[in-house]
């Protein structure tokens, strides 16, 4: 069985006005999936989300 990893989609964050607060409380399964992938025979599937709490920097 497959573990599951989500992950927001890191360009979002390098050009997000919120980059400076902490996200890890942030429910990054309830996010829209933009890619997924997974490396050889590990279970892991990475889950690449967007962000739905983005805002774009000035």
Avoid: I, N, W
């Avoid at 990893?5 to 996200?23: F, I, N, R, T, W």
């Avoid at 490396?39 to 892991?44: A, E, H, I, N």
């Amino acid at each position: 069985m497959a573990a599951y990893l989500y992950h927001p989609k890191g360009s979002m964050c390098v050009h997000c006005a919120k980059q400076a607060e902490d996200c890890s409380k942030l429910d990054f399964r309830s996010m829209p999936v933009v890619k997924q992938y997974s490396q050889g025979g590990d279970p892991t599937v990475f889950k690449v989300v967007a962000c739905r709490v983005f805002v774009r920097a000035a």
